[in-house]
């Protein structure tokens, strides 16, 4: 829900078919915060905080809540169809940026074979004129996310 100051969103977290905890952000300015079912819940979450690192540092929790909903939000867009490709541009933060679903299968675009799809360096080069808080572009290969390379792109 948008709010003036943000937008408010709550989550669950379930970890092995159990909820955990929740996930809360009142849209008002203030933090993201996890809100556990259980002291376990509570240790088991701090531990998974405790062991994050992006780009080999620590980061806050807040960062790591926020990097979960990320990560979420692409799982569901890429569940809607597993066959079709999915381009993200990456903020200075590591943060996700924008997600680009692509209508072109998988499999035409040869992005298993190829992380250097000419097409798709095309795409991102020219989606960085559009983004231009976005530092990096990676694709949904089928399996994991790859970088792509936009370094000698014609414009």
């Known amino acids: 829900m948008t709010t003036r100051n943000g937008i408010a969103f709550n989550a669950t977290v379930i ?10 952000n009142e ?3 203030g933090e993201t915060a996890f809100f556990p079912r259980s ?4 240790i088991a979450m701090a531990e998974f905080i405790g062991a994050c690192r992006l780009d080999g540092k ?4 807040e ?23 999915v381009l993200r541009g990456i903020d200075d933060y590591g943060f996700n940026g924008v997600l680009v679903p692509l209508t072109v299968p998988l499999q035409w ?10 097409f798709l360096v095309r795409l991102a080069h020219a989606l960085d004129k559009e983004y231009a808080d976005t530092a990096a572009w990676q694709f949904w290969n089928g399996e994991q996310w790859q970088q792509l390379d936009l370094q000698d792109t014609p414009s």
């Open 63 to 85: 960062e790591v809540l926020e990097l979960l909903l990320d990560e979420h939000s692409m799982a569901q867009a890429i569940a809607e169809d597993p066959r079709m490709g």
């Open 58 to 61: 620590h980061l806050r929790s």
């Open 27 to 29: 849209g008002n300015g």
């Open 109 to 118: 675009l040869k992005l298993r074979a190829d992380p250097a799809s000419p």
């Open 39 to 42: 002291r376990d819940s509570r």
């Open 15 to 24: 970890e092995g078919g159990h909820c955990v905890g929740i996930i809360e």
